[in-house]
């Protein structure tokens, strides 16, 4: 079980620090709202990623492995990334001119939401984890039923970790890098997650 659970620990913070739609929201909640918005980002991609992992294990990837199956939830996904690309920088654009409102400075209620809703938005990474927990139970990683719960436990935790990590960090530097910096913290993020909704948009009809 040990040896589970430090693989499901690494293999989570490695997959979480791959800069990708969820890393930039994150960091970008951090920077400008500071760590308690972000930190509940991270806390609901962990949870969202624990919950795929579960599923992936349980072998519900085989569920999305019909095509228009993919085609719906991989366009949805994007749609969902793209909308949060173009709000961030619709925010940018506001705040640099002066016109932002009390409402949308992000609560960590708020942030979770967003959060879930931004990593669910890709439930084909089932498919994923599906094939990363199957590689574990033929390496003898996950291949009892307590290693195997140990490695997906581990999965969430690890995610959990890296995302603390982030947003405390990006907290501690939105603090000093001054209004201007912060725009361009949104202004990257920003087109950083439409470019990202696009690619999965384009990846879905690719590959189904």
Known sequence: MTAALVAGLG??????????????????????????????????????DFG?????ALGAAVLLQAAPMRIVLGLGGAAVLVWLGA??????FRI???AESVEEVADPKRAFRTGAVATASNPLTIVSWGAVFGGAAVADVAGTPSSAVAFVVG???????????LSGALA???GRVGERGLLVVDAISGLGLIAFGGL?????????
């Open 96 to 98: 640099r001119a002066g």
């Open 200 to 208: 999965l948009a384009v990846r879905t009809v690719r590959d189904s």
């Open 11 to 48: 293999l989570g913070a490695l997959v979480a620090a791959q800069v990708g739609p969820i890393w930039l929201l994150c960091a970008r909640t951090s920077a400008r709202y500071g760590f308690r918005p972000g930190f509940a980002i991270g806390l609901a991609a962990a949870l969202v």
């Open 87 to 92: 709000r961030t920088l619709h925010a940018a």
């Open 172 to 174: 501690v530097l939105g």
């Open 52 to 56: 795929y992992a579960v599923l992936g």
């Open 155 to 165: 999965i969430g935790i690890g995610s959990l970790l890296f995302h603390l990590v």
